[in-house]
């Protein structure tokens, strides 16, 4: 399997938007984070874009004691670190 990079987004005009400081901090409430093909990624987050790097289901924000994080399994260390750090200020409350 290919690895995906910043570099590779970056040439398809990708970005993944850094969060704001004020959500940026290790989230109180729990969290497990699933790491799955896209195609799962997509099922789980509800979105087709094969561009999608992951989410966070609002579902489980509102209606688990555990939010979920789903992440693809085809990113490179250093872009998984940025796509989980964009996901966990969503735990913390940070919307776009």
């Known amino acids: 399997m290919k690895l ?9 005009n990708v970005h993944v938007e850094p969060p704001p400081a004020k959500y ?11 790491v799955l093909p ?11 874009d094969k ?4 989410c966070v289901p609002i579902e489980t924000l509102l209606l688990k ?8 399994n085809d990113l490179d260390k250093e ?3 940025v796509v989980l750090d964009h996901e966990l200020a969503h735990i913390n ?4």
């Open 4 to 12: 995906i990079t910043l570099a590779t987004l970056a040439a398809m």
């Open 24 to 34: 940026d901090y290790p989230p109180q409430q729990p969290y497990k984070v699933y």
């Open 38 to 48: 896209i195609e799962q990624v997509q099922k789980k987050c509800h979105i087709t």
């Open 51 to 54: 561009r999608l790097l992951g």
């Open 65 to 72: 004691p555990v939010a979920e994080v789903y992440i693809r």
């Open 79 to 81: 872009l998984f670190e």
């Open 93 to 96: 409350g940070w919307r776009h």
